[in-house]
């Protein structure tokens, strides 16, 4: 027997395991199931269940999601998982999107406008929820790399350097074969393997499950503990955060960053140059937290936000909804998941009316 055939029979079978786990465990959905296709299946109505337990990949998922979009919806919301239960039932139509991101800094909402404008999708209303911590740069992180052709060709054409025959940017969203017999993707698949991990997802036309559900209109219904957890040890979560001095991405922060600023801006005068109704909306904290931030020295710079962005809405003409401070909107302990994000129940009181539009 020839040695090469030799070889070809010795390799075989390690190609043949190194070919099945990544297309068993595929953890970046990149073979046996891909975000191309959650998206599909988002469009015809489904709701996602298993994307968490997969630990998916969000933002590769809403570019999925949008560049596959027919038409533009007419509202949408942006921001970070603190919009993520705006549904479409708060704004009364079917054609509405929920664009939110976890962790979102600055850079996502540019990546997701660039999606936007690149595609021709922009919608009739863009509700953008302004966290806080969205111009505190010691806080940014590396998220929004997933997106990084969107958010730079947003910033080029925000700069005026988008030359005419810049190519739209591209996400590679479907099946990538050659990741069938990767070294280095097997390497990480395998070692899923013993904890019986693996990306793996199901549809329903359920609006609530036990688990973590993204709806087809991009909102999420989150798993049953969560939907049912008691006032009390959201109260305790809260206490320790304070006790630990933490509230979330907003230590180190010294001043608002005025580059960060400034692409928001010039983000918002975008969009209403191009049509585009701009709605800004600042999510409510927790009684208790928001004592706490008022309390410190080291938070009052989120009353500073709310400052400049209220300032921001009324220079350019825009309505802004809801307030960092919870009592214009009755928010008690018993309206939270956790210490930051408000139930689905409670989530049309937080968006009310502070500045209408001119």
């Not at 029979?9 to 959905?29: C, K, M, R």
């Not at 806080?139 to 700069?159: F, G, I, R, V």
């Not at 010294?254 to 983000?267: A, L, T, Y």
Request: proline content about 4%.
């Amino acid at each position: 027997m020839k040695k090469w055939l030799k070889a070809v029979l010795f390799l075989l079978p390690l190609f043949l395991f190194i070919g099945w786990v990544n297309w068993y465990v595929d953890s970046y959905a990149l073979l046996r199931v891909t975000y191309d296709e959650i998206a599909a299946q988002m469009a015809a109505g489904k709701n996602v269940e298993g994307l968490e337990e997969s630990d998916y990949n969000d933002r590769n998922l809403l570019a999925a999601r949008l560049t596959g979009m027919e038409k533009a919806p007419q509202i949408m919301a942006l921001g970070s998982s603190r919009v993520y239960t705006f549904e479409r039932t708060m704004f009364d139509t079917d054609s509405f999107y929920n664009a939110g991101l976890s962790e979102a800094t600055i850079y996502d909402l540019l990546a997701v406008a660039g999606i936007l404008v690149s595609e021709g999708k922009l919608p009739e209303t863009a509700v953008i929820g302004v966290d806080a911590f969205l111009f505190n740069k010691s806080h940014d992180n590396e998220k929004w790399k997933e997106l990084e052709s969107h958010a730079n060709y947003m910033m080029l054409t925000l700069d005026g350097k988008l030359s005419p025959d810049q190519a739209n940017p591209d996400k590679n969203t479907g099946r990538e074969f050659s990741k069938a017999l990767s070294f280095d993707y097997f390497r990480y698949n395998v070692t899923l393997l013993p904890e019986r991990k693996r990306f793996a997802v199901s549809y329903t036309d359920e609006w609530e499950t036990e688990g973590y559900l993204k709806h087809s209109d991009g909102s999420v219904s989150y798993q049953r503990e969560l939907r049912e957890v008691s006032p009390a040890d959201v109260e305790e979560m809260t206490r320790q955060a304070m006790e630990e001095h933490v509230v979330y991405r907003m230590t180190d922060y010294e001043e608002i960053d005025g580059h960060h600023f400034r692409r928001f801006s010039r983000m918002i005068d975008y969009l209403l140059d191009a049509g585009v109704e701009v709605i800004l909306y600042l999510p409510p904290y927790s009684p208790m937290m928001y004592n706490y931030i008022e309390s410190e020295d080291a938070f009052q710079i989120t009353l500073d936000v709310e400052e400049k962005v209220k300032n921001l809405a009324a220079e350019k003409g825009i309505a802004l909804y809801g307030s960092y401070d919870p009592e214009g909107c009755g928010l008690e302990m018993a309206d939270l998941y956790d210490v930051y994000h408000v139930k689905t129940e409670k989530t049309a009181d937080t968006y009310y009316p502070v500045i209408p539009a001119r």
